[in-house]
């Protein structure tokens, strides 16, 4: 889905240790006789993360268990192999009682009955609605949101020292820094709509139409509208000056912008530790329009999902919401 207002790349991977803090310090009413229960009844909890989160959770884990008796296992796994090992293993009564894993897996594990609804309560007022609404299925939230991210316009302050006020400004900035592109937007072999949705939605074109409440009408398909018309003849353009191409992947964009062949890359917040590592001060600003109207990307949300089989439902949920 899509979030309509610009929220800093930077901030949200800053949110990431806010929120897992957060969950062991929003302790409730009557929280000592919860925990009294949960150490009553129950020893251990397993929760899946990767190797990013593992890291930050081990201080998470240690409150908790110091609050509550009840002893958290840890377990690192590849964020790409998490999603389908739920699939096969919590079936069959393994697996976590808690994951890691990005709102996009929702409507598979909650369809294929890998995971059950978390119950939120007061603290539903804490989050974003667009993290919230990111893990509702079928009127059930299934995921307590911990970050929330989008792609942004990353700068190079040294090329470009001020944000493009427009799209004509990043080729006139690009022009007097006399780099071989005027921005990088990863594009591949088979296109990445993702990351060029901001453009699209910047020509009005979106996927889907809205309803008046503002969600999105899945039966209504408006992508190829005239507003989306115009938005292909854009990138058309874009191709044939040589500034959209596809060849230019993933790797081979932050390659570029790492080697100072661009004053922009449209990106996200899994690329700015590769970029500063390669010793590029930036800055992240809006991505300008080219279509006229507001730029909106896509919003992804990450969060922790509970099992439909946890043996240990009381303290994984209070492990979670507490």
């Not at 377990?75 to 079936?91: A, F, L, N, R």
């Not at 893990?135 to 939230?141: E, Q, V």
């Not at 690329?271 to 507001?294: C, E, H, L, R």
């Amino acid at each position: 889905m899509a979030v309509f207002s610009k929220r800093s790349i930077v901030a949200a991977a800053a949110m990431t240790s806010a929120m897992l803090v957060a969950l062991t310090g929003c302790g409730s009413t009557g929280a000592s006789n919860t925990n009294a229960s949960i150490s009553a009844g129950s020893s251990t909890i397993t929760v899946w993360a990767d190797a990013d989160h593992t890291a930050t959770l081990k201080s998470v884990a240690a409150e908790f268990t110091k609050k509550t008796g009840v002893k958290v296992k840890l377990v690192q796994k590849d964020m790409g192999s998490i999603e389908q090992d739920m699939i096969t293993q919590i079936p069959a009564g393994k697996g976590p009682d808690v994951a890691i894993g990005p709102n996009d897996w929702t409507g598979l594990l909650a369809t294929d009955g890998v995971i059950q609804p978390i119950e939120l309560g007061n603290m539903k007022s804490a989050y974003q609605k667009v993290a919230i609404d990111a893990f509702n299925y079928n009127g059930n939230i299934y995921g307590l949101p911990y970050s929330v991210e989008n792609v942004a316009l990353i700068r190079n302050t040294q090329l470009a020292p001020n944000a493009p006020s427009s799209w004509d400004d990043m080729a006139t900035t690009a022009t007097a820094a006399k780099t071989k592109y005027p921005y990088l937007l990863q594009v591949g072999s088979q296109g990445d709509s993702y990351t060029m949705y901001p453009v699209q939605t910047s020509f009005g074109s979106f996927v889907f139409g809205q309803n008046s409440d503002g969600s999105y009408n899945a039966k209504k398909l408006t992508v190829g509208d005239a507003n989306g018309l115009a938005f292909a003849k854009w990138v058309q353009t874009q191709a044939k000056a040589g500034n959209l191409s596809t060849s230019m992947t993933a790797d081979i964009a932050l390659s570029k912008f790492e080697q100072g062949q661009s004053p922009y890359i449209i990106t996200g917040p899994w690329n700015i530790s590769a970029i500063q590592k390669a010793g590029i001060k930036i800055a992240v600003d809006p991505i300008p329009s080219a279509g006229g109207q507001a730029a909106k990307p896509f919003v992804g949300v990450n969060g922790f999902f509970l099992s439909a089989k946890s043996k240990n439902k009381l303290a994984a949920t209070n492990f979670l919401t507490t």
